[in-house]
C-alpha cells in the first residue's frame, strides 16, 4: 500500500474579500488491488467491519499447511471442479461480488463447511461454520428442519384455486419446493473448505442436495482457504466462545 499526499484548497471569506488555502489530504492507494478498480471491500464478521484486501508486500510467499503441493491422496484427492451436476463452482471474483450484494443484505450465506478445529485457526471474513458433519445427516432426519427453517426454506404449502388456475394459464411461476419445503425464499449458500484437494464442502454439498436443497442456490468455492491465502487475501481468527 501506498500513501501519497494531495492539496486540498478552499476558499473562505474573509471581510469583504476570499482568502484561499491548501491543506493536505493522505489517500491510500494500492499496488495490489483486489481487482481492476477495486481496492478492497467490506464485509460484517462477528459484528466488526472487516476490511478484506490484498497483502502488499510483493517479497511476501505463502508458508505453512497451504504452501505444501503434495499430500497423501486419498484422502487428499484434487476434486472436480464441481461439487455436484447443477451446483454453480465460484471463483474469488464471484465471491467478492456475493459478500458485496446478497451477504451484504442478508439473502445469502457464506459456510466455512470444515470441522470447528480448522474454522478456528482462521477463516474468509463473513464466514460462519457449519461442519461438514452437519449435512451428512440421512434425507429423513428431522434435524434439517431447524437447518432449512435458519436458511430461510418454509414448509410447503398447497396452491390455492386461483393460484392453481393461474399456473394452468401460465401466468403464475411454480414455487421452488422440494417435497414439503418450500424454497422459494431460502438463501443463497457459498460453500468452501480447504481448497481443491478438500473434500468437506462437496460432501455438505451433497448433503444438501440429498435433503432436498435446490441446486441453483447452492455454490461452490473450490479455491477454498488455500487460494484465498495463496492470493494474500484478509483472514480472521474467530472469536473464542
Not at 464471484?94 to 485457526?121: C, H, N, S
Request: aromatic share 12%; net charge negative.
Amino acid at each position: 500500500m501506498v500513501r501519497r499526499v494531495f492539496p486540498i484548497c478552499f476558499l473562505l471569506l474573509a471581510g469583504w474579500s476570499w482568502v484561499g488555502f491548501c491543506a493536505d489530504e493522505t489517500q491510500e492507494e494500492y499496488a495490489v488491488p483486489l481487482t481492476k478498480g477495486k481496492p478492497y471491500i467490506h464485509v460484517v464478521h462477528e459484528g466488526r467491519s472487516i476490511r478484506i484486501e490484498r497483502i502488499q508486500d510483493p517479497e511476501f510467499e505463502l508458508k505453512g499447511y497451504f504452501a505444501k503441493t503434495a499430500r497423501k491422496c486419498p484422502p487428499f484427492c484434487i476434486h472436480p471442479m464441481k461439487a455436484a451436476p447443477d451446483v454453480e463452482t465460484i471463483g474469488e471474483v464471484e465471491l467478492f461480488e456475493f459478500m458485496e450484494t446478497q451477504l451484504r443484505d442478508g439473502t445469502g450465506v457464506l459456510i466455512d463447511a470444515r470441522t470447528p478445529t480448522w474454522y478456528k485457526k482462521g477463516t474468509i471474513p463473513g464466514a460462519v461454520n457449519y461442519p461438514f458433519t452437519e449435512f451428512s445427516l440421512p434425507p429423513e432426519d428431522p434435524a434439517w428442519e431447524e437447518i432449512f427453517v435458519k436458511f430461510g426454506a418454509k414448509p410447503a404449502q398447497d396452491p390455492g384455486l386461483i393460484e392453481k388456475a393461474m399456473q394452468g394459464m401460465g401466468l403464475s411461476g411454480e414455487r421452488l419446493q422440494s417435497g414439503k419445503w418450500d424454497f422459494s425464499n431460502a438463501k443463497n449458500l457459498v460453500l468452501f473448505c480447504n481448497g481443491p484437494a478438500c473434500g468437506q464442502s462437496p460432501h455438505a454439498i451433497k448433503g444438501l442436495l440429498a435433503a432436498g436443497y435446490p441446486a441453483q442456490k447452492l455454490f461452490y468455492f473450490r479455491g477454498g482457504m488455500q487460494m484465498w491465502e495463496l492470493w494474500g487475501l484478509t483472514t480472521v481468527v474467530p472469536a473464542s466462545e
